[in-house]
T-cell receptor, first 115, second 111 residues
């Protein structure tokens, strides 16, 4: 099956710094990539949808200036949490679609802890 | 508009007992439906998917789900629960390039 690699799997950073999370589709070109945030014992909350070469579409309530998404190629999307604060600590997951109306392939997630 | 409802945020079963996790969807067009499993601190793994072929779909780890259009349901079942099945399960529906997830069901397996 298709593989999506997310890096890093966990990161600890100081409050006020920025953190970049990478999401790569290893063996296919992703038409669309998604970024989710997941709080403990809760479902995935869609943050934004990104298509290669265009601006990401953010869900309501998600600060686009704080969560910067870059989708520079068909195999790579990055999420940068800028000026991170403890309340940004969460589990972030990316997923990629190979084609429309097909399954999404998920990265293994990134546990972000801001101290 | 698409949406997915998972009834029961927590389900507990005894080891060896039947597992039934419920999922209902609303869709204005024929849906593609999925079940994913998530183990702690990991991403989501596809269990099975329905893509308008056979209504009874068999997935990995002995799970299966049946698409019932009349009930707008896609419940996940497994005849005999194993301890390793303890995890979070998510039902999802897709239309075009959008994915909609249910709120998840946490499955506990009691030895």
């Amino acid at each position: 099956g298709a593989v999506v690699s997310q890096h890093p799997s966990w990161v600890i950073c100081k409050s006020g710094t920025s953190v970049k999370i990478e999401c790569r589709s290893l063996d296919f070109q992703a038409t669309t990539m998604f970024w989710y945030r997941q709080f403990p014992k809760q479902s995935l909350m869609l943050m934004a949808t990104s298509n290669e070469g265009s601006k990401a579409t953010y869900e309501q309530g998600v600060e686009k200036d704080k969560f910067l998404i870059n989708h520079a190629s068909l195999t790579l999307s990055t999420l940068t949490v800028t000026s991170a604060h403890p309340e940004d600590s969460s589990f972030y997951i990316c997923s990629a679609l190979r084609d429309t109306n097909t399954e999404a392939f998920f990265g293994q997630g990134t546990r972000l802890t801001v101290v | 508009a698409q949406s997915v409802t998972q009834l029961g945020s927590h389900v507990s079963v005894s080891e060896g007992a039947l597992v039934l996790l419920r999922c209902n969807y609303s869709s204005s067009v024929p849906p593609y439906l999925f079940w994913y499993v998530q183990y702690p601190n990991q991403g989501l793994q596809l269990l099975l998917k329905y893509t308008s072929a056979a209504t009874l779909v068999k997935g990995i780890n002995g799970f299966e789900a049946e698409f019932k259009k009349s009930e707008t349901s896609f419940h996940l079942t497994k005849p005999s629960a194993h301890m390793s099945d303890a995890a979070e399960y998510f039902c999802a529906v897709t239309s075009g390039n959008q994915f909609y997830f249910g709120t998840g069901t946490s499955l506990t397996v009691i030895p």
